[in-house]
């Protein structure tokens, strides 16, 4: 039987030297576009809309959209939310449509988009996308958002679990450094992601904001059976 290829990708600037030879992109940004994604998209909002730049939130602003913007980890000012997963879970949000831009998750989002299939991954839907991947029999790339267009220790882990359970269901191998370093990094952090990355920077930055309850919520798996997908520019949940 032939297997499929799962490979992970460290960062969006990387992503020119692997883009072209697979059907599935799973978009990472564990802290904490992704996981907000997740939430919004399984508590109810219609659809995210990922935008790359403040200017381009802006003008969604000014057509009436309710905007999510965030920079260095903070709501950017005059914007109705920023980018924590609590944001999402609120009952007026349902059945809407919002628009984020995020310092890297949303980038990379765009930067993908023209891959076959773009879907979002986080710690939070972790086993119930794999289960997806694994049935879908193509060849799949986690691109990790890192930040700032370099490594990340929380992206970077989540591309390993998740290379990790596809090849441990037989189907898939994968031949790049980036997916064996990326498994040896999540071995080591699987019984204790919040201690394996409290050196982290993007972790000592939200700390710093007082963002200690994003982080836990983030790095908690499997909380959310929801597959985020990129359809015609917006992020909308896949049905089955
Ligand atoms: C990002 O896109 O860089 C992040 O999700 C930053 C954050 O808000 O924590």
Not at 53 to 66: F, M, N, P, R, V
Not at 160 to 189: H, M, N, P, R
Request: proline letters at 3%; one cysteine or more.
């Amino acid at each position: 039987m032939q297997k499929n290829i799962i490979e992970v990708c460290f960062t969006p600037s990387d992503y020119d030297y692997f883009k072209g030879r697979f059907e599935i992109v799973v978009v990472i940004d564990v802290l904490r576009a992704t996981s907000a994604i997740c939430s919004a998209i399984h508590n109810g909002v219609n659809s995210v809309i990922p935008v790359s730049t403040i200017e381009e939130a802006k003008e969604y602003q000014d057509k009436g959209y309710l905007v999510g913007a965030e920079r260095q980890g903070e709501i950017v000012e005059g914007f109705d939310f920023g980018n924590s997963p609590y944001s999402y879970m609120k009952p007026e949000l349902v059945g809407k449509d919002v628009v984020l831009s995020t310092t890297n998750g949303t980038r990379a989002i765009n930067i993908a988009k023209e891959a076959p299939i773009v879907v979002i991954g986080a710690l939070t839907n972790i086993d119930f996308l794999c289960e997806w991947l694994i049935k879908q029999e193509k060849n799949v790339l986690c691109l990790c958002s890192g930040w700032k267009d370099k490594f990340n220790l929380e992206d970077t882990i989540c591309g390993g679990a998740i290379a990790d359970i596809l090849i441990k269901s037989g189907k898939f191998t994968s031949d790049e450094d980036t997916s064996v370093g990326a498994k040896y990094l999540f071995q080591g952090a699987k019984d204790n992601y919040f201690g394996f990355l409290k050196s982290s920077s993007h972790r000592r930055r939200l700390k710093r904001l007082n963002l200690n309850e994003d982080i836990k919520f983030c790095l908690t798996p499997n909380q959310m059976d929801v597959i985020p997908i990129l359809r015609n520019g917006r992020i909308e949940k896949l049905e089955f």
